[in-house]
């Protein structure tokens, strides 16, 4: 059993600081998501985990902490330049590359033997080598460290609340019930930890309901009020009896406590891909792609999901504990333009050091036209 695979690179300081100012950086404070929804947690969170998705590759891939330093500065500069999430992606494929052909000792990336070793190896350590992952809350998180991985149903209170809810058209559970959702995509991993469980997201955040006033980011930040607000504004869209509203109130505030309440990090199991499926031993390599994407290849194409999983015992799984939105995200002050004072549709005064009265501007008119008259009959 492995703990805390990023550890080493996590901790670093320079991480650190590097994640901060990406997360923190104003250009993404003015941004509306693809959906149209005014949401900055939504961008901060595809930024989050999109850069430590960039460490996940690293560790697996290239894992010799020699070259991660030079890795770091690529990416921090990658992620100065370029906000658009595809673009982002392509920029890690060609510094992984670049890393790894340091690694590796191949000079000219334009051979094709040169080409042929790189996606060998990546192909080796990420897919043959690589990981199954489950995304999970942290009381699910240490229950699997402590008993390993098991299936299990979902508690009655939670089948109680789907039932009325499922009354009126809401299935919370949908596709959900008894399974483990095992994926081999890190960031699609990240998200469903910080969703879990995936119901009480949907309670919180159902996009067939959003308007102005949900506040589609409340899950990810943990902001019981404003989460408590979207649940109000579902029930009341459904027209949900008076009754039921507070039954489902109060099992709304148990799941919180229980597995929100203390739960900021993202929570990672790994399980070999060998210990679940068999892997094909060799990558055939397709001629007519470019090495960038042929290498994106190997990241998406295998993005296959397991949902057959039993019991694995602990000894098998690997852990990942990383740093939530908490750690990095502060308050960015906008600052606040001084409202001009219109006191006559007529007459709309206004400058940089506050407001201007209209009877001010007169008084001045009429002291300034009486010293020309005194001098004028002087």
């Known amino acids: 059993m492995v703990?805390?695979?990023?550890?080493?690179?996590?901790?670093?300081?320079?991480?650190?600081?590097?994640?901060?100012?990406?997360?923190?950086?104003?250009?993404?404070?003015?941004?509306?998501?693809?959906?149209?929804?005014?949401?900055?947690?939504?961008?901060?969170?595809?930024?989050?985990?999109?850069?430590?998705?960039?460490?996940?590759?690293?560790?697996?891939?290239?894992?010799?902490?020699?070259?991660?330093?030079?890795?770091?500065?690529?990416?921090?500069?990658?992620?100065?330049?370029?906000?658009?999430?595809?673009?982002?992606?392509?920029?890690?494929?060609?510094?992984?590359?670049?890393?790894?052909?340091?690694?590796?000792?191949?000079?000219?990336?334009?051979?094709?033997?040169?080409?042929?070793?790189?996606?060998?190896?990546?192909y080796d350590k990420f897919i043959k080598e690589g990981y199954y992952i489950y995304g999970v809350s942290k009381v699910e998180y240490l229950e699997i460290k402590n008993n390993g991985l098991k299936r299990k149903g979902e508690g009655r209170d939670v089948f109680e609340l789907n039932s009325i809810l499922s009354k009126y058209g809401f299935n919370i559970l949908e596709d959900l019930e008894n399974k483990i959702s095992l994926t081999t995509n890190f960031s699609v991993a990240c998200s469903s930890s910080i969703n879990f469980p995936q119901y009480l997201f949907n309670l919180v955040c159902n996009n067939k309901l959003v308007n102005e006033k949900y506040d589609i980011g409340s899950y990810f930040t943990r902001d019981y009020r404003k989460s408590l607000n979207n649940v109000k504004r579902t029930?009341?869209?459904?027209?949900?009896?008076?009754?039921?509203?507070?039954?489902?109130?109060?099992?709304?505030?148990?799941?919180?406590?229980?597995?929100?309440?203390?739960?900021?990090?993202?929570?990672?199991?790994?399980?070999?891909?060998?210990?679940?499926?068999?892997?094909?031993?060799?990558?055939?390599?397709?001629?007519?792609?470019?090495?960038?994407?042929?290498?994106?290849?190997?990241?998406s194409a295998y993005d296959d999901y397991y949902e057959e999983t039993e019991e694995i015992d602990r000894k098998k799984l690997c852990f990942i504990e990383l740093p939530s939105y908490k750690e990095f995200a502060k308050r960015i002050k906008k600052k606040k333009r001084k409202k001009v004072e219109i006191v006559d549709d007529d007459f709309k005064f206004g400058n940089k050091y506050g407001k201007v009265s209209i009877l001010i501007i007169l008084g001045l008119l009429f002291t300034i036209l009486g010293v020309i008259l005194t001098i004028i009959f002087i």
């Open 3 to 122: 703990i805390d695979l990023l550890d080493s690179l996590i901790k670093n300081q320079k991480t650190f600081d590097i994640l901060k100012e990406i997360f923190n950086n104003p250009k993404y404070y003015d941004k509306k998501t693809e959906d149209n929804i005014n949401s900055i947690h939504l961008i901060q969170e595809r930024v989050l985990i999109l850069f430590l998705d960039s460490l996940y590759k690293y560790k697996i891939i290239i894992k010799d902490e020699k070259y991660f330093q030079e890795y770091l500065l690529n990416v921090e500069a990658l992620f100065r330049k370029l906000d658009k999430v595809e673009d982002i992606k392509i920029g890690i494929v060609k510094i992984i590359i670049k890393s790894l052909s340091k690694q590796l000792m191949i000079k000219n990336l334009t051979e094709e033997e040169g080409q042929k070793i790189i996606l060998n190896h990546i």
């Open 235 to 299: 029930l009341n869209s459904l027209m949900v009896s008076e009754d039921e509203k507070l039954r489902i109130i109060e099992i709304f505030n148990i799941l919180w406590d229980y597995y929100i309440h203390s739960s900021d990090n993202i929570y990672l199991v790994l399980i070999k891909r060998k210990d679940i499926l068999e892997v094909k031993e060799e990558y055939k390599i397709n001629k007519d792609l470019n090495l960038e994407d042929a290498v994106l290849n190997i990241f």
